[in-house]
């Protein structure tokens, strides 16, 4: 669930703005229709396959759409900080132990990183993003936190001083006209 003021928040950015809405764990709750176009659906999707930081860890053709090489341990290990302070804030138990024991069982990678027992709120840097249809986009990361910590809004605004916004622009005049919120429209 997630708050109705979001979905028209995610609604009025998308013409300019990819973004989504995902919840402390990183499991996608909302999605406007650009975010849907560059990345694929995820919300609404069962289990683990809307959880962007089970993507990360277990799927490095995802992490290599979103960072270059050289960015990708910084974005990993600022996840596994991220997932640390929210079982700090939580406490053991509930979804977020059984995130991090599911993700320690499947990816070596996350389990060296948690190990180093880093707590930090999230972060989002640039982003450097391939898409087949325009090609490079260069986009700066920006979190918005609800009052309560549980979720957040990630926008994906393009670099002034680049193509990018060029290019998102293409990718709207190509889109279909359909352009809705994806995800659950009830009020958390």
Sequence with gaps: MYKRQLQHLLAAIAETTPA???????????????????????AGLPGLAANLVWHWFTQPAWRDRLDPKDQQQQTGLAYVADLRAVITRHGPGGPATELVERLRRASDEFRAMWERQAVAMLHCSTKVVHDERVGRLDLDCSVVLSPTGRQRMLMLKPVPGTPSAHRIAELVAAAPHKRDVVGAARSA
């Design 20 to 42: 989504f809405v995902t919840d402390d764990l990183g499991t996608v709750l909302a999605q406007n229709w650009l975010n849907v176009t560059l990345f694929g659906r995820f």
